[in-house]
């Protein structure tokens, strides 16, 4: 075995899991779910089936993950975030196999105790804040907080906040690296190699 099982987890048959990854105590991984490698999934996690986990993704302790939703590479999931997989719940009507899909781009976080809609997916590097509550479509690198969430900036790569000029312009403190706002839409220019 390339990866580590504490001995309370409970990782069913039929699970695939990447060189690396470690999961941790009283979490559980349901057949057919499918995790990257070298990911991080903390205590009293679920997994539950055909969920896909990317590369290097952190998922904190008390999360529950549900059929539907796809991670990409180095998505962080704060402490006792949930997703849904059915809009419209009721204890009496069986609606499996009709899951809402939901995504989670590369690079993206939410928040602690965020709680994440299904049908809506998250762009890259977005940043949902601790207990928002996302109800649509999160664009790349949106800033997002509330309860229902609501755009109130933009975030670098490195999770710093966006400041842009007139121009439409931004540089990541950390990083140095230099960010466009056009049309609503943020994207990362490329390096200048000289």
């Given at each position: 075995?390339?990866?580590?099982?504490?001995?309370?987890?409970?990782?069913?048959?039929?699970?695939?899991?990447?060189?690396?990854?470690?999961?941790?105590?009283?979490?559980?991984?349901m057949p057919?779910?499918?995790?990257?490698?070298?990911?991080?999934?903390?205590?009293?996690?679920?997994?539950?089936?055909?969920?896909?986990?990317?590369?290097?993704?952190?998922?904190?302790?008390?999360?529950?993950?549900?059929?539907?939703?796809?991670?990409?590479?180095?998505?962080?999931?704060g402490p006792?975030?949930?997703?849904?997989?059915?809009?419209?719940?009721?204890?009496?009507?069986?609606?499996?196999?009709?899951?809402?899909?939901?995504?989670?781009?590369?690079?993206?976080?939410?928040?602690?105790?965020?709680?994440?809609?299904?049908?809506?997916?998250?762009?890259?590097?977005?940043?949902?804040?601790?207990?928002?509550?996302?109800?649509?479509?999160?664009?790349?690198?949106?800033?997002?907080?509330?309860?229902?969430?609501?755009?109130?900036?933009?975030?670098?790569?490195?999770?710093?906040?966006?400041?842009?000029?007139?121009?439409?312009?931004?540089?990541?403190?950390?990083?140095?690296?230099?960010?466009?706002?056009?049309?609503?839409?943020?994207?990362?220019?490329?390096?200048?190699?000289?």
């Open positions: 075995m390339d990866y580590f099982v504490h001995d309370t987890a409970l990782v069913d048959a039929g699970c695939t899991i990447g060189e690396g990854t470690k999961i941790w105590h009283f979490s559980h991984i057919g779910a499918v995790l990257g490698k070298n990911c991080n999934i903390g205590q009293n996690v679920v997994i539950s089936p055909e969920v896909v986990l990317g590369n290097n993704v952190k998922v904190q302790n008390n999360v529950s993950i549900y059929t539907g939703v796809i991670c990409e590479d180095d998505v962080f999931l006792s975030c949930v997703f849904t997989n059915v809009v419209n719940p009721r204890s009496a009507v069986n609606r499996r196999g009709s899951y809402a899909k939901t995504t989670v781009k590369k690079g993206a976080t939410i928040g602690a105790n965020a709680t994440i809609v299904c049908g809506h997916d998250i762009g890259e590097y977005a940043f949902i804040g601790a207990g928002a509550v996302v109800t649509k479509n999160v664009p790349a690198y949106a800033l997002l907080v509330g309860n229902p969430a609501r755009h109130i900036g933009w975030m670098s790569e490195f999770g710093h906040r966006l400041e842009f000029d007139a121009d439409g312009s931004a540089v990541c403190p950390e990083s140095n690296d230099k960010y466009r706002l056009e049309n609503g839409n943020v994207h990362k220019l490329a390096s200048s190699i000289l």
